[in-house]
């Protein structure tokens, strides 16, 4: 088992910045992909951004160049840098892992409870 637990949002104006952290616990946290996703009211949620266990990232387009993840697998730790933040971020952000348990690829995943950005000046 994994719980998340994120923290780190806020209110924050637009061109601004802050920083999520997703705290894990268990043991499988650093062996598996982690990745943050969002949800803004009334929209589906979507991807922003992932890491591999060792560190390979990817980003969504929207936030390329603006967001980086990053893990410390030492601490259970992830994080979002959010940088030049605009309206359109505005949204609950979640912290997931998939936890692969077969080779065949069954997996079982985990979230996070979530925690709110809002940009707005």
């Known amino acids: 088992q994994v719980q998340l637990v994120e923290s780190g949002g806020g209110l924050v104006q637009p061109g601004g910045s802050l920083r999520l952290s997703c705290a894990a616990s268990g043991r499988i946290f650093s062996r598996n992909p982690m990745a943050w996703y969002r949800q803004a009211p009334g929209k589906e949620r979507q991807l922003v951004a992932s890491?591999?266990?060792?560190?390979?990232?990817d980003y969504a387009d929207s936030v390329q160049g603006r967001f980086t993840v990053s893990r410390d697998n030492a601490k259970n730790m992830a994080y979002l840098q959010m940088n030049n933040l605009k309206p359109e971020d505005t949204a609950v952000y979640y912290c997931?892992?998939?936890?692969?348990?077969?080779?065949?690829?069954?997996?079982?995943?985990?979230w996070g409870q979530g925690t709110l950005v809002t940009v707005s000046s």
């Open positions: 890491i591999t266990s060792v560190g390979a990232a």
């Open positions: 997931y892992v998939k936890h692969v348990i077969s080779v065949e690829g069954a997996y079982v995943e985990f």
